[in-house]
């Protein structure tokens, strides 16, 4: 089975910040790697997926990278409506598994 | 606009059934894979089960031999049928629609249903 993990697990920034999260997965999905947001008591929503396309209906500022086992989300301007928990899923082979997580919340 | 609306969580005995369904418009379900996702209380997401369009079927190793997914295209339909429920599988279960016709990013889902397992 393919392990995903997440960094970091939580982080603190203000408004405007940048933010960089990574995903690494235990062996190889090229690019068959999503990213979604999720807010409390909500749905996940699909941000990026294989690995750097943004999903229509997404902010330009959310962006995807990588390839192999390293995959990075980056925030370029955090917005208010960004503090979400933000999870990384691998959908190269079974079982698909998500990452564990990476909260964003207000410093 | 697309649209999935799960149905039949509630209160499930330990070693009991529950079947969920979700209903799906705004888009040709038969095109998509379809796939539930669960979280438990507080806990991160996980795929239960998905079944592609040309119904390549798959399952979590922690609902094997206890879940069954199926599909119903003329109705735009997803079900899972859920046996010998444990405490493990309470969790929101969302229906959720691939932007492919087999597995890749989830683009659509539901609001979710409750599944409490509890005696």
Do not use: H
Request: hydrophobic share 35%; net charge positive.
């Amino acid at each position: 089975d393919i392990q995903m993990t997440q960094s970091p697990s939580s982080l603190s920034a203000s408004v405007g910040d940048r933010v960089t999260i990574t995903c690494r997965a235990s062996q190889t999905t090229t690019t068959y790697l999503n990213w979604y947001q999720q807010k409390p008591g909500r749905a996940p929503k699909l941000l990026i997926f294989a690995a750097s396309s943004l999903q229509s209906g997404v902010p330009s500022r959310f962006s995807g990278s990588g390839s192999g086992t390293d995959f990075t989300l980056t925030i370029s301007s955090l917005q208010s409506e960004d503090f979400a928990t933000y999870y990384c899923q691998q959908t190269s082979s079974t079982p698909f598994t998500f990452g564990p997580g990476t909260r964003v919340d207000i410093k | 606009e697309v649209r999935l609306l799960e149905s039949g969580g509630g209160l499930g005995q330990p070693a009991g059934s529950l079947r969920l369904t979700c209903a799906a418009s705004g888009f040709i379900f038969a095109n998509y894979a379809m796939c539930w996702v669960r979280q438990a209380p507080g806990k991160g997401l996980e795929m239960v089960s998905g079944v592609s369009s040309g119904n390549r079927i798959y399952y979590a190793d922690s609902v094997k031999g206890r879940f069954t997914i199926s599909r119903d295209n003329d109705k735009s339909t997803l079900s899972l049928q859920m046996n010998s429920l444990t405490a493990e599988d309470t969790a929101v279960y969302y229906c959720a629609k691939s932007r492919a016709a087999v597995f890749s990013g989830l683009d659509a889902w539901g609001q979710g249903t409750t599944v409490t397992v509890s005696s």
